[in-house]
């Protein structure tokens, strides 16, 4: 069993940068990737990111790429997510998950491959 929590979201203008962080506990060592996800009100929960726990491999969607920054802390069981240059559209409940199956494909944006979910926080951006 492993456990997610987040932290860091909040209201900010848009421009603005935010850090959210993933607290991962419970058995860590089963863990192969923590992926961030986000939901807006009325939309399908969208993949923002993932990095595989243990070689650091890391995957964007390309909504994100180069203003997003994911990093994992192994010692702290931390997963970070560096926000910048933020948008109205990035507005959404962000959620922290993890799984412990490696795919051949490798890092995926599946909501369904991921078995261990955080209870998600807020960001909301203002224009």
């Known amino acids: 069993q492993v456990s997610l929590v987040e932290s860091g979201g909040g209201l900010v203008q848009a421009g603005a940068s935010l850090s959210l962080s993933c607290a991962v506990s419970g058995r860590t060592f089963t863990t192969y990737a923590v992926a961030w996800f986000r939901q807006a009100p009325g939309k399908d929960r969208e993949f923002v990111a993932a990095?595989?726990?243990?070689?650091?491999?890391?995957r964007y969607a390309d909504s994100v790429a180069g203003r997003f920054t994911v990093s994992r802390d192994n010692a702290k069981n931390v997963v970070n997510l560096e926000m910048t240059s933020l948008k109205s559209e990035d507005t959404a409940v962000y959620y922290c998950a993890a799984s412990n199956v490696a795919y051949k494909s490798g890092l995926s944006s599946l909501p369904e491959r991921y078995g261990y979910w955080g209870q998600g926080t807020q960001v909301t951006v203002s224009s």
């Open positions: 990095v595989n726990w243990r070689s650091g491999n890391l």
